[in-house]
């Protein structure tokens, strides 16, 4: 399994972690927990990169605002610049914004749109029936990719651009039943793949099941929370009384472990108030849906599917996924463990004439959103882009 990418792990915290995964994986539900299930059914190349400023590169890029507003929209369609007959693949579709906006921009094109959540899937299917045959919805995780390009014989090589938008949808948050949301009253879920997999463990069945060692591990390896430990003690003491099978109960147990002064004291990146719970929370999802992995496993598959000369434009909502797409863009290895403990790992200089035999940037540094796009979208305030040419 993959971990925390640039942080610290002792080894300790390595088995902890990976033996609570694979009690999870094994779905270890006591009676109480198995209460918590989900109620819901379901299926379960382009100009110079380093030509021009940012500000002259969108200001001639003009699309239509569609409801939902996707996450940088006009740099994802300057940085993919796909062109006329080109195969595009949208690795994670969600509600369709970035996919529908490309529709738009460019005619005779073929969108393979992917997402391991089933209610995406539905409106990629909606989608394709109103563009016959310009639209091919995949239902999937990451790691399936591959296969599923096989099995439509797609060879490896053959796509001209990738978008892979990372992290939870605003589709999963707006939804209580999803149990993303902190405040929206849910059960406690926070499956992307809804119940495909009726062995998969829910975030609900982690924090009744798991000790307190593994819960404190995860909520510092995968929310970067420094009061983990805290948290993960209120968790364990709650859930003698009563099973946390609710958002908002989990939301109040870590509240509760709180002085009343810092419940709100947190900020996010416009200064607003952030409940103490955002963090627990972003550590159980990733937990539970084994983002990380996941997100490697995109990776390399776009590392196969694409073609020299196509571009990848890959985004991101938190520094682990920004660092592990930092470092794969790098060159790095990132299969083995002990890249993804020491810091020096991460920051080591390469060697005369070493170079990056997959990857070309076509921007240096991160790409953020602007102010204009943060004010229209404030989800999107987090989001950062990183662009790459297919050497």
């Not at 915290?13 to 059914?41: D, E, M, N």
């Not at 204009?372 to 790459?388: I, T």
Request: hydrophobic share 40%.
């Amino acid at each position: 399994m993959i971990f925390h990418v640039g942080v610290r792990f002792n080894p300790t915290t390595y088995l902890v972690v990976q033996r609570a995964w694979k009690a999870c994986k094994l779905g270890i539900h006591s009676p109480a927990i198995g209460a918590s299930s989900s109620p819901f059914p379901g299926p379960g190349p382009g100009p110079d990169p380093g030509s021009t400023d940012r500000s002259e590169e969108l200001s001639s890029v003009s699309i239509e605002k569609p409801p939902h507003t996707p996450v940088m929209l006009k740099e994802v369609l300057h940085y993919l610049d796909v062109q006329v007959g080109q195969v595009v693949l949208d690795m994670t579709f969600g509600g369709g914004g970035h996919t529908k906006a490309i529709l738009n921009a460019v005619p005779g094109i073929t969108i393979l749109a992917l997402d391991r959540d089933p209610t995406a899937i539905s409106l990629a299917e909606k989608l394709a029936k109103e563009h016959s045959g310009r639209v091919k919805p995949l239902l999937g995780r990451f790691s399936e990719l591959e296969s599923q390009l096989s099995n439509m014989n797609i060879k490896p090589g053959s796509i001209d651009a990738v978008l892979l938008d990372a992290g939870c949808s605003s589709m999963q948050m707006d939804e209580a039943e999803r149990g993303f949301c902190i405040s929206k009253d849910g059960p406690l879920d926070m499956r992307m793949d809804r119940d495909r997999y009726p062995d998969m463990s829910s975030a609900a069945d982690v924090v009744n099941t798991l000790d307190e060692q593994a819960l404190t591990s995860i909520l510092s390896a995968y929310g970067e929370e420094r009061h983990a430990r805290k948290i993960a003690s209120a968790i364990v003491e709650a859930r003698r009384v009563n099973p946390i099978t609710r958002t908002q109960q989990l939301a109040s147990v870590v509240a509760g472990s709180f002085p009343a002064a810092a419940i709100y004291a947190r900020k996010d990146r416009l200064h607003r108030s952030a409940h103490v719970a955002t963090k627990t929370f972003q550590a159980l999802r990733i937990f539970v849906n084994d983002e990380l992995n996941e997100l490697h496993a995109g990776l390399r598959a776009a590392q196969v599917a694409l073609r020299p000369g196509g571009r990848l434009c890959v985004i991101s909502f938190h520094s682990l996924e920004d660092r592990l797409f930092k470092r794969f863009l790098r060159g790095e290895d990132l299969s083995k463990l002990d890249h993804f403990s020491p810091r020096k790992q991460g920051t080591r200089k390469k060697k005369q004439g070493e170079e990056n035999v997959h990857w070309r940037l076509l921007k240096k540094k991160v790409i953020t959103p602007q102010k204009d796009d943060v004010a229209d979208n404030p989800r999107g305030r987090s989001a950062k882009l990183r662009a790459a040419l297919r050497c």
